[in-house]
């Protein structure tokens, strides 16, 4: 079973398949829900009641064909009387079967929505960390896969093969009753033997199941990637290298599929086989029978009508053991996600931050991402409503101090403060309501301006998002647009362009209000017009506010109030701009080669080798 699961370095319990119905009836009446209960009670007491017309309907048939042959004086009444309570016992199955879809698919739905919602929640609660190592694909795949195993282990397995088992052992019970053990003997083992041999072939046929999967998934991840990378394809005249790549999945998935219909052949075969030994054996007997006058012709025919019945809807059992097995591998997987643990979780008891002026100290934090070192002993403290800069070069961790201040990291050691409450006692949403960040790279919802806007502060009014808009200059871009604010940014934002994406990610986080502002290279993406307009601008929304400004360009940080010069994990410099200056180490080499105007747009890496080769 476990083969044709993905390879997880994870070592989650794996779960029994008991474990996984528990965990499936706890959804489907959870406690204190009583509809739920009732609905469940009436939906089995519909079952039985339909199981019963199913099994008297054949005696009421072979009842009608015995007094119609019948020695005795015939009435047309009581003919009718037989065929009414024969067509109201048909009609019985089919009422009671619809009663009971009725009162179940809200049990069953409402069971799938529980878990796929907790299953959703628990993926927002995990950790950056888990996120990062996982394929977003694959977890929207795992809740959706897992939603439909769910569904249909509670109809199918609940309700059909459950059902079907009972109604075997009932009707050999009765065969054997009526008409002696030789009956209730063939047709139990008729149908062990069909399921037995279903089993089996269905274990071997599934390796062309997985197969197919498998060139499946390939073939899909083969198209989106070069989807994705459209322009690249172009750019490079690839279309036949890449039809070709997919085309090899294409291929894999045909000999598979057809190898896979033309082994059901054998099932089919077999099945049939197997049923038709049975019922040649059955008849037999009751020919004989008849002959010797142990049984009337009704008899006969009921015990056709009986074989039939239950034989019919075997046909199926091949598909949907193959389907509940598919079922509980995708359940399990999806409950499994439901066992990882966030790293980054509140305490016990942990309180709300409780914020007075909103300052924020870094003492001594030391963090790795796994066992890479990125800072190494990291101190400074942003006075209430002052503003702190943070430079140096890319990939020297300013970005990890951003993340571990938002808490998306805790450190490994030295504390994070805010109004000297450590970040890591207090509930992590109130941490992240206090602080607003314009990130490195801002990514939009699929959704129109306006809602992404709205995003910072979803209680805000049309007013309130259009004054924001303002005062990140995007107000004037999105007048100019036929749709204003209504207009979509497609995937990701792609419609929009860096500068765009970038004030409209300032937009949300001005209008958040926090007390706390966190800009990320905010307006790297911006020419230096734009840049020096939404400069003053946030310089006047985050007056007096507490400010953690990590700068691309150094011009936009020389009114700071201190500048730290980050290098290897540490701070290697730090002071206001004219300290800095006068000292002459790397920030003033910095600012000679971005004021003399050398090619700023170079970005700051190539001028940070060159300030420290000096
Ligand atoms: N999730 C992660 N796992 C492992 N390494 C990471 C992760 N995120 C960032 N890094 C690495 O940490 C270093 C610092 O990253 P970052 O703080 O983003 O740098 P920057 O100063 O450019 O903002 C980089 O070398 C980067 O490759
Ligand atoms: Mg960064």
Not at 3 to 9: A, G, I, Q, T, V
Not at 361 to 388: C, M, N, Q
Not at 485 to 513: F, M, N, P, T, W
Request: with cysteine; glycine share 8%; net charge neutral.
């Amino acid at each position: 079973m476990s083969d044709s699961l993905p390879k997880s370095k994870s070592t989650l319990p794996s779960r029994t398949i008991l474990s996984l119905l528990l965990e499936i009836a706890a959804y489907a009446a959870p406690r204190g829900n009583k509809q739920m209960r009732y609905r469940i009670i009436g939906a089995f007491t519909c079952l039985v009641l339909a199981k019963s017309s199913n099994i008297i309907t054949p005696l009421l048939y072979g009842g009608a064909v015995d007094y119609v042959n019948g020695d005795a004086g015939f009435s047309a009444l009581v003919l009718w009387y037989i065929l009414g309570a024969y067509a109201l016992s048909r009609l019985g199955q089919q009422i009671f079967s619809e009663g009971k879809e009725y009162l179940f698919s809200r049990v069953a739905q409402r069971a799938v929505r529980g878990a796929a919602m907790t299953a959703f929640r628990h993926l927002h609660l995990l950790s950056m960390r888990f996120h990062l190592d996982r394929q977003t694909g694959g977890l929207t795949r795992a809740i959706e896969r897992g939603a439909k195993g769910m569904e249909f282990i509670m109809t199918s397995a609940a309700f059909e093969v459950v059902p079907l088992l009972v109604e075997v052992v009932l009707v050999s019970i009765l065969l054997w009753a009526m008409f002696g053990w030789p009956y209730a003997v063939i047709t139990f083992a008729t149908v062990a033997i069909y399921a037995l041999f279903t089993v089996k072939v269905t274990e071997w046929r599934m390796k062309f199941r997985r197969q197919m999967n498998k060139a499946d998934e390939q073939a899909a991840t083969k198209a989106v990637d070069s989807l994705i990378n459209y322009e690249t394809v172009k750019y490079f005249n690839a279309e036949e290298h890449e039809a070709k790549r997919f085309d090899v999945s294409m291929r894999q998935y045909e000999d598979a599929a057809v190898l896979s219909r033309t082994s059901l052949a054998a099932v089919n075969i077999g099945q049939g086989a197997v049923i038709a030994l049975g019922l040649v054996l059955i008849m037999g007997i009751a020919g004989h029978d008849i002959q010797a006058g142990k049984l009337s012709v009704g008899d006969f025919v009921a015990v056709n009508t009986y074989l039939l019945q239950l034989y019919l809807p075997l046909n199926f059992l091949g598909w949907v053991y193959r389907e509940i097995r598919q079922s509980l591998i995708d359940l399990e997987r999806m409950f499994g996600l439901l066992d990882e643990h966030p790293d980054v979780q509140d305490k016990q008891g942990a309180e709300s931050l409780r914020l007075q002026e909103a300052q924020i100290e870094f003492k001594d934090v030391h963090f790795a991402y796994k066992d890479r070192a990125i800072l190494k002993g990291v101190s400074f403290t942003v006075p209430a409503g002052k503003k702190v800069a943070i430079v140096g070069p890319s990939g020297a961790g300013k970005s990890t101090i951003s993340r571990l201040l938002f808490r998306f990291y805790d450190p490994q050691k030295g504390s994070i403060e805010i109004d000297g409450q450590n970040v890591q006692d207090v509930q992590q949403a109130s941490v992240r309501a206090a602080i607003g960040v314009v990130p490195q790279d801002s990514v939009m919802f699929n959704a129109s301006i306006g809602y992404n806007i709205n995003y910072g502060r979803a209680e805000a009014s049309q007013a309130e998002i259009e004054e924001a808009a303002k005062l990140a200059s995007i107000d004037s871009f999105i007048k100019q647009l036929a749709e204003g604010y209504d207009a979509l940014v497609g995937e990701r934002g792609l419609k929009l362009s860096g500068g765009e994406k970038q004030r409209v990610a300032i937009a949300r986080a001005i209008l958040k209000k926090p007390s706390i502002f966190l800009f990320d290279e905010a307006t790297s993406a911006l020419d230096s017009q734009t840049e020096k307009q939404i400069q003053s601008a946030l310089n006047e929304v985050s007056e007096s506010r507490t400010t953690l400004i990590i700068a691309h360009r150094l011009s936009t940080i020389v009114d700071c109030d201190e500048i730290l010069v980050m290098r290897e994990g540490q701070i290697a410099e730090r002071g206001t701009h004219a300290d800095l200056i006068a000292i002459k180490g790397l920030y003033a080499a910095m600012w000679a080669r971005q004021a003399s105007g050398f090619d700023i747009e170079r970005g700051q890496t190539a001028l940070y080798e060159a300030a420290i080769q000096q």
